[in-house]
């Protein structure tokens, strides 16, 4: 199948490459194409086009994967973007984490054109991406949803790729999973600074804990990975777990609900990122919390 790509990042780089791997002719559009990342797709088949526009005119079905709801609309329905270029029976399948409002106006923009659109976002970071295993969660149109089916399991894990409803619906439920795990991982870091504080060894709470009621794919999986080794390497920016923590308090004001944890946990990202963490996996808040207490939560 012709596929356009439009993001080639941490994420979009992975994806990218599994769907070359998968056999699907690909087209990509990058801002900067002079990038590493860029050029590896580039070597291992894909086709640079000069504008989603283009992009478009190449593709059965255009993926995008951007940091946000407005760099979403500009690729999709901005001047050249991918609408310009779309004939009737397009795909687009938005695989960015954005308000679900946004989803929802561009595939009723899509729809006027008779182009379908899918909010298709995924969880389990740049590891997920690498491996070909992320969880997909689709809003959209059922019958063009097992249309793009094929598509999505050259990316994720075939057991992991739901449907969730009508446009948005993907959108509505990564807005929740991120919520547990930017509060999940903010308790994470300052429970296990005060167990150090305290006196207890890191590899020794990690154990125990992860056999406990206290236990989580986060204390598994992340902090081993990203923070208490030290790297701290993203798989998943502070900056877009805040950007993330933002729409989930956006969609509550929306529908008349409070998110008090979600409140304070994105204030303590926001510590991070004023401390030059953005741009580092969203672990780093752990280095906030530690420069406060005085200790290094290490193992």
């Known amino acids: 199948m012709q596929i356009g790509f439009i993001g080639i990042g941490v994420m979009g780089r992975p994806m990218s490459l599994h769907l070359l791997k998968a056999g699907h002719h690909v087209t990509i559009f990058a801002r900067h194409p002079e990038k590493a990342e860029v050029q590896e797709v580039l070597n291992a088949g894909a086709?640079?086009?000069p504008?989603?526009?283009?992009?478009?005119?190449?593709?059965?079905?255009?993926?995008?994967m951007v940091p946000n709801s407005a760099q979403v609309e500009e690729v999709v329905s901005g001047p050249q973007g991918v609408l310009e270029g779309a004939r009737k029976?397009?795909?687009?399948?938005?695989?960015?984490?954005?308000?679900?409002?946004t989803s929802r106006k561009?595939?009723?923009?899509?729809?006027?054109?008779?182009?379908h659109f899918l909010d298709a976002p995924v969880s389990?970071?740049?590891?997920?991406?690498?491996?070909?295993?992320l969880t997909i969660m689709v809003g959209g149109e059922r019958e063009i949803f097992e249309q793009a089916r094929p598509v999505l399991e050259a990316m994720g894990k075939q057991e992991n790729i739901f449907?969730?409803?009508p446009h948005g619906s993907g959108e509505v439920v990564k807005i929740v999973n991120n919520i547990l795990c930017g509060v999940i991982a903010a308790?994470?870091?300052e429970s296990f600074v005060l167990g150090v504080k305290a006196g207890a060894d890191v590899k020794t709470m990690a154990e125990i804990i992860g056999v406990s009621a206290g236990a989580s794919w986060q204390l598994a999986n992340q902090f081993p990975a990203r923070a208490f080794n030290g790297s701290f390497k993203p798989g998943f920016m502070t900056d877009l777990l805040h950007k993330d923590l933002?729409?989930?308090?956006?969609?509550?004001?929306?529908?008349?609900?409070?998110?008090?944890?979600?409140?304070?946990?994105?204030?303590?990202?926001?510590?991070?990122?004023?401390?030059?963490?953005?741009?580092?996996?969203?672990?780093?808040?752990?280095?906030?919390?530690?420069?406060i207490a005085g200790v290094e939560v290490r193992a």
């Open 106 to 115: 561009l595939a009723s923009i899509a729809a006027e054109r008779g182009v």
């Open 163 to 165: 449907y969730v409803g």
């Open 187 to 189: 308790g994470i870091a």
């Open 47 to 49: 086709k640079l086009a």
């Open 124 to 133: 389990g970071g740049s590891q997920g991406a690498e491996n070909g295993a």
């Open 89 to 101: 029976g397009l795909i687009i399948i938005d695989m960015s984490t954005i308000a679900p409002s």
């Open 51 to 64: 504008s989603p526009r283009a992009v478009a005119i190449a593709s059965d079905m255009v993926i995008t």
């Open 246 to 291: 933002g729409l989930a308090l956006d969609l509550a004001a929306e529908n008349q609900t409070p998110l008090a944890l979600t409140a304070l946990s994105r204030q303590m990202y926001e510590m991070a990122r004023a401390e030059g963490f953005g741009r580092e996996d969203y672990t780093s808040l752990l280095k906030v919390l530690e420069q």
